[in-house]
C-alpha cells in the first residue's frame, strides 16, 4: 500500500496534465479512490447512453490512452511504478462480463450496441477477479480537480 500523500501526489499529477479532459481526469481519480489506496483491483466501465455520449466515451478513451503511451509526455504507468505499487491504469473497448471474458461486439462496427468502455486500476492490464464499481456522472463531476490534498493546509484557504 503507498502512502495518502503519494496518492494526492499521484493526483496531483494527473489533475496538472494538459489536453486531457476532466471527465478522464475524474475517472481515475474515481478509480484511484475505488482501490483504497491501490489495495483493492477495480474496474469501471462506461456506456453510451447512460448519460455519455459516444463521442464523449470515445474522446475520453483516446485522451487516456496517450496518457500511457510511450510516445506521450505523461507516461502515467510508469509514474506508478515509481510509487512502489505494481498496480496500472488501463482501458479496453467493451464491457467486462461476470465470466471474466471481455464482451467487444460493436468495436468494428459488425453489430449495433452502445459504444463502451472498462477503465481499470489494476495489477494487469485487466483483473479477472477486480471489483466492478459504477459511479454516476454527477458524481464523477462533482469530483474537485484543484484540490487533490496534496496541501491539505493549503486547500483549506
Given at each position: 500500500?503507498?502512502?495518502?500523500?503519494?496518492?494526492?501526489?499521484?493526483?496531483?499529477?494527473?489533475?496538472?496534465?494538459?489536453?486531457?479532459?476532466?471527465?478522464?481526469?475524474?475517472?481515475?481519480?474515481?478509480?484511484?479512490?475505488?482501490?483504497?489506496?491501490?489495495?483493492?483491483?477495480?474496474?469501471?466501465?462506461?456506456?453510451?447512453?447512460?448519460?455519455?455520449?459516444?463521442?464523449?466515451?470515445?474522446?475520453?478513451?483516446i485522451k487516456m490512452d496517450l496518457l500511457f503511451s510511450s510516445s506521450s509526455t505523461t507516461h502515467l504507468n510508469e509514474?506508478?511504478?515509481?510509487?512502489?505499487?505494481?498496480?496500472?491504469?488501463?482501458?479496453?473497448?467493451?464491457?467486462?462480463?461476470?465470466?471474466?471474458?471481455?464482451?467487444?461486439?460493436?468495436?468494428?462496427?459488425?453489430?449495433?450496441?452502445?459504444?463502451?468502455?472498462?477503465?481499470?486500476?489494476?495489477r494487469g492490464h485487466f483483473s479477472k477477479t477486480a471489483k466492478a464499481t459504477s459511479v454516476s456522472r454527477t458524481k464523477?463531476?462533482?469530483?474537485?480537480?484543484?484540490?487533490?490534498?496534496?496541501?491539505?493546509?493549503?486547500?483549506?484557504?
Open positions: 500500500m503507498i502512502s495518502k500523500k503519494q496518492i494526492a501526489a499521484l493526483k496531483y499529477l494527473i489533475f496538472k496534465v494538459e489536453n486531457v479532459s476532466n471527465l478522464t481526469k475524474q475517472i481515475l481519480a474515481f478509480l484511484l479512490n475505488q482501490s483504497c489506496g491501490l489495495t483493492k483491483e477495480v474496474y469501471l466501465t462506461i456506456t453510451a447512453n447512460d448519460n455519455y455520449t459516444a463521442s464523449e466515451i470515445r474522446s475520453t478513451a509514474i506508478m511504478v515509481t510509487t512502489g505499487t505494481d498496480f496500472l491504469f488501463s482501458l479496453h473497448y467493451g464491457n467486462f462480463d461476470r465470466n471474466g471474458k471481455f464482451n467487444t461486439s460493436g468495436q468494428f462496427g459488425t453489430t449495433l450496441v452502445p459504444l463502451r468502455y472498462t477503465f481499470w486500476c489494476s464523477l463531476e462533482s469530483i474537485n480537480l484543484e484540490k487533490p490534498g496534496l496541501y491539505p493546509n493549503l486547500e483549506k484557504l
